[in-house]
């Protein structure tokens, strides 16, 4: 038992890293089978998790324990819930697919008019009130910056006086780029189309370099565990 928990499954989980990168070389057999393998035990454990966490503790029990109490109403509202559900199936025939757009609709019309209100007050009010006022409570549009720099010119007064300017400014000509992407020949929606593009592309290309971070610090961490942790389990069982 020490063997397998210790050795054999830790070797497995190398074996199928290497497999998963060996898609850098070129498709092949092995890694389709790492990917079928990683997608059925996903799927697999969904079902599982759901079947156990949400179907019978949400629905069938409540439904059983209801009846019993005579508590019809209640039950029978959970049993349209799950006839609701059901109809997610329906998907893999074409003559009741149409059923599926039912639960689909419940579904999403809830979700949008459920998260208007917390969207609103956790990324468009805090946004204005950032693009206002900084963490500080200080005005974004703060002059007084400039004089110190100007009395004292350092880089660090520099990007003090700019910080906020560039995010108000940026805020803004990205705002009025979306708002009047459709061609326009106003001279300030003209001119605003190139620095917003700027901005944008500065922010796209902090996400992916921030995203590309994340996937090297992955790839360094399964490293360490095939060079270090693998290798001296490896090398104390010998």
Not at 66 to 95: C, H, P, Q, T
Not at 159 to 177: D, H, M, Q, S, W
Request: without cysteine.
């Amino acid at each position: 038992m020490g063997f397998i928990s210790t050795v054999f499954w830790p070797t497995i989980a190398v074996i199928l890293s290497l497999t998963v990168y060996s898609f850098l070389w070129k498709d092949n057999f092995l890694y389709k089978v790492a990917e079928h393998l990683f997608i059925g035990v996903t799927v697999g454990y969904t079902i599982g998790s759901a079947w156990n966490q949400i179907i019978i503790p949400k629905l069938v029990e409540p439904v059983i324990r209801n009846f019993s109490d005579g508590k019809y109403l209640l039950a029978f509202w959970l049993i349209i819930g799950g006839v609701l559900g059901m109809f997610y199936f329906s998907r893999f025939s074409e003559k009741t697919s149409w059923l599926s757009r039912y639960p689909i609709a419940i579904t999403v019309g809830f979700y949008a008019g459920y998260s208007i209100v917390p969207i609103w007050i956790s990324y468009v009010s805090k946004q204005f009130h950032a693009t206002i006022l900084n963490p500080a409570g200080e005005p974004m549009l703060n002059f007084k910056l400039f004089n110190v720099f100007f009395s004292n010119p350092t880089y660090a007064n520099l990007l003090k006086a700019l910080n906020g300017p560039l995010i108000v400014i940026g805020v803004i000509i990205v705002l009025i780029y979306f708002f009047f992407s459709f061609k326009n020949d106003n001279f300030i929606i003209k001119t605003s189309r190139t620095p917003a593009l700027v901005y944008l592309m500065l922010g796209f290309g902090g996400a992916f370099g921030y995203t590309f971070m994340a996937r090297i610090s992955l790839f360094i961490g399964r490293m360490n565990f095939i060079f270090s942790d693998w290798i001296g389990l490896i090398k104390n069982s010998l």
